[in-house]
T-cell receptor, first 112, second 115 residues
Framework: GQQVMQIPQYQHVQEGEDFTTYCNSSTTLSNIQWYKQRPGGHPVFLIQLVKSGEVKKQKRLTFQFGEAKKNSSLHITATQTTDVGTYFCAGDSGGSNYKLTFGKGTLLTVNP | GAVVSQHPSRVICKSGTSVKIECRSLDFQATTMFWYRQFPKKSLMLMATSNEGSKATYEQGVEKDKFLINHASLTLSTLTVTSAHPEDSSFYIC???????????FGPGTRLLVL
């Protein structure tokens, strides 16, 4: 079945440093979605990427979807303590059910 | 918009009892609802997918007779953990999806502790 690998598993940074998490799928994706889960909270939708090579920005967050639609990345510029949480990518291989396969997530901690 | 509620938020029960968890989409019609399980510091594991008015589709390794799912209306799905055991203790999260929209909106989750 489809597998979604995400690295790194953990990342600790000083406030102001940049952060990147990478996601790779074993199969070509219809789209990829990114979610953020704060400690003790539930996943919250951040963004969806659909097109090959797509790049989207949300303030300090930059999301990329690879040309082959099998990998993606999330980059945060100048991290802040409010960025703390686990970032999950989730791949949709297509089909009528829109089933998502989640990566294991990257836990980001930020030292003020 | 796109708010999903889950009830209860926490539940403690004795081994052998059954627990029902409700998932509601408050401001939209959810044609599909998903049930996930999450262990501490782990990713979400899809348990089953339910479409309104149909039987749920369970993922491999998930016992359908133990985790009963009902999606009787476009705004409500329930997960019943039957004859709960301590190993069923976990964080259960539902998500809801509108027809034609690929985004899933997550409920706040239910922490189940089986003693």
């Amino acid at each position: 079945g489809q597998q979604v690998m995400q690295i790194p598993q953990y990342q600790h940074v000083q406030e102001g440093e940049d952060f990147t998490t990478y996601c790779n799928s074993s199969t070509t994706l219809s789209n990829i979605q990114w979610y953020k889960q704060r400690p003790g909270g539930h996943p919250v939708f951040l963004i969806q990427l659909v097109k090959s090579g797509e790049v989207k920005k949300q303030k300090r967050l930059t999301f990329q979807f690879g040309e082959a639609k099998k990998n993606s990345s999330l980059h945060i510029t100048a991290t802040q303590t409010t960025d703390v949480g686990t970032y999950f990518c989730a791949g949709d291989s297509g089909g009528s059910n829109y089933k998502l396969t989640f990566g294991k997530g990257t836990l980001l901690t930020v030292n003020p | 918009g796109a708010v999903v509620s889950q009830h209860p938020s926490r539940v403690i029960c004795k081994s052998g009892t059954s627990v029902k968890i409700e998932c509601r989409s408050l401001d939209f019609q959810a044609t599909t609802m998903f049930w996930y399980r999450q262990f501490p510091k782990k990713s979400l594991m899809l348990m089953a997918t339910s479409n309104e008015g149909s039987k749920a589709t369970y993922e491999q390794g998930v016992e359908k007779d133990k985790f009963l799912i009902n999606h009787a209306s476009l705004t409500l799905s329930t997960l019943t953990v039957t004859s709960a055991h301590p190993e069923d203790s976990s964080f259960y999260i539902c998500s809801a999806q509108q027809r034609g929209v690929e985004t899933q909106y997550f409920g706040p989750g239910t922490r189940l502790l089986v003693l």
